[in-house]
């Protein structure tokens, strides 16, 4: 099946500085990807849409210029966590569908972020 | 936009009974619903979706059930394993590129 993986798994780091996540789809082109964030007990909340070599498209409330999406070839997206503070503390999960008119999404493992 | 229900939000069977996990959804244009399972610090696993050309589908232990009138969806698993405790995600899409909406999640325990 497809293979969609995540860099780093955990990250602590102190409030203030970046966090860079990268989500790779290992065995397809991924046109479309999709970067959620998950509280303890909750469920997925989708954050933004990246397109491949276009602009990402962010949910109503999610602060574009603080998570900043790149999505520079078909088969990684990144995403920036600038000037974390603690309540950026999360578990970022991306997913990438395998192509054009498949719905199917594959999740990578998941980024458990912490920032102190 | 689209707005997933899930229920219930928790639900503890004997092992070797049945699960139904519901699910209601409320855009008519939706055509797409995929059930995860996610086991704690684990990424979500598609387990098994179903297209609104089909009213049922099923993968040994694990079936669904679509009914596009009434808008709702369920997940069927019989034969109830410990394996099976983890959330279970429903989730609801018109296709294309549009994004998945996720319904908030159904902690189920099995019960040896």
């Known amino acids: 099946g497809a293979v969609v993986s995540q860099h780093p798994s955990r990250v602590i780091c102190k409030s203030g500085t970046s966090v860079k996540i990268e989500c790779r789809s290992l065995?397809?082109?991924?046109?479309?990807m999709f970067w959620y964030r998950q509280f303890p007990k909750q469920s997925l909340m989708l954050m933004a849409t990246s397109n491949e070599g276009s602009k990402a498209t962010y949910e109503q409330g999610v602060e574009k210029d603080k998570f900043l999406i790149n999505h520079a070839s078909l088969t990684l997206s990144t995403l920036t966590v600038t000037s974390a503070h603690p309540e950026d503390s999360s578990f970022y999960i991306c997913?990438?569908?395998?192509?054009?008119?498949?719905?199917?999404?594959?999740f990578g493992p998941g980024t458990r972020l912490l920032v102190l | 936009g689209e707005n997933v229900e899930q229920h219930p939000s928790t639900l503890s069977v004997q092992e070797g009974d049945s699960a139904v996990i519901k699910c209601t959804y409320s855009?008519?244009?939706?055509?797409?619903f995929p059930w995860y399972k996610q086991e704690l610090g684990k990424r979500p696993q598609l387990i098994i979706d179903?297209?609104?050309?089909?009213g049922e589908k099923k993968d040994q232990r694990i079936a669904v059930t679509l009914n596009k009138t009434a808008k709702h969806f369920s997940l069927h698993i019989t034969e109830t394993q410990p394996e099976d405790s983890a959330v279970y995600f429903c989730a609801a899409s018109i296709g294309g590129n549009t994004p998945l909406v996720f319904g908030k999640g159904t902690r189920l325990s099995v019960i040896a």
């Open positions: 179903i297209r609104s050309n089909v």
């Open positions: 065995d397809f082109q991924a046109t479309t």
């Open positions: 997913s990438a569908r395998l192509d054009r008119g498949i719905e199917t999404q594959y």
């Open positions: 855009d008519s244009a939706s055509n797409y």
